[in-house]
């Protein structure tokens, strides 16, 4: 940590937050700020998938296998929304290399789960480790809990506002 402050200062008792035309809460510079990490993450996350020497779908199967127990080839293949053929043909490529492996399913003997093999756990460490100091350069480390809670709610908001407007 470096001795520049990065914590959102405290505002005046009498504060209130910007409104937009409508009488809503401003959230125009969050959501263009949300963009441009969105942005700056799919440009990052090439450049890692590059070094790595895999492709950003590869990286994305990773960190999925990485973040849930017991994945089948199934779930990946929804995950990433790729067909089964085109899953298969991602796992074979990622075995081959080292990166994932095949074990059987422990209740179902027509299934396969998907396992990250030690060097899908090197490159993952690897990944985190990267955004780990990028988050302790950018983020004052008592604003840290508040960000995380920030990131759930706006994930599980997002996701809710999604269900409700695509429902069948």
């Known amino acids: 940590m470096n001795d520049r402050d990065r914590s959102p200062q405290p505002l005046p008792g009498d504060a209130r937050p ?3 035309d409508a009488g809503d809460v401003d959230v125009t510079d969050v959501m ?8 700056q ?22 960190a999925f296998v990485n973040g849930h127990t017991a994945v089948t080839p199934k779930q990946l293949s929804e995950h990433l929304e790729l067909s089964t ?8 490529r990622m075995d081959a290399a080292g990166y994932v492996h ?3 399913h422990p209740t179902d003997r027509r299934s396969t789960l998907v396992e990250l093999a030690p ?36 994930g599980a908001a997002v996701t809710r506002h999604a269900e409700e407007r695509f429902r069948s």
Do not use: C
Not at 128 to 140: G, I, P, Q, T, W
């Open 18 to 20: 910007r409104l937009d």
């Open 32 to 39: 263009a700020a949300f963009h441009e990490v969105q942005m």
């Open 102 to 104: 095949r074990v059987p």
């Open 119 to 154: 060097a899908g756990q090197e490159a993952i460490s690897g990944v985190a480790a990267f955004y780990a100091r990028a988050f302790r350069e950018a983020v004052d480390p008592f604003y840290l809990d508040f960000l995380a809670t920030a990131f759930r709610s706006i």
């Open 85 to 92: 053929g085109a899953t298969t043909s991602l796992v074979d």
């Open 41 to 62: 993450n799919a440009a990052i996350l090439k450049v890692v998938a590059t070094d790595i020497g895999i492709g950003t779908t590869d990286l994305q199967a990773l």
